[in-house]
């Protein structure tokens, strides 16, 4: 191998061009959805009602948040169950 090939841009094939483009774009949508997914709230309303299947609770008794770290998601729930 020539250093002068160093220079020379490797020509990707069509199929590695699309996932990088792919990529790009997944990452423009998980960036411009903010903090919560579009499934936030009918998550929240169907574990509710769930819940109230069971025991008395709250409108305002589920709580749904999501932590980022690096590229892991955990989703987190606060469920606020009350006292016999």
Known sequence: MSWLNIFRSEKKSSAQMAKER???VVAHRRASRGDHPEYFPNLQRD???VLQKYIQVDDDAVQIGIERDG??????LNITVPDK
């Open 71 to 76: 590229d892991l998601e955990v989703l987190e």
């Open 22 to 24: 792919l990529q790009v």
């Open 47 to 49: 574990l509710l009602k």
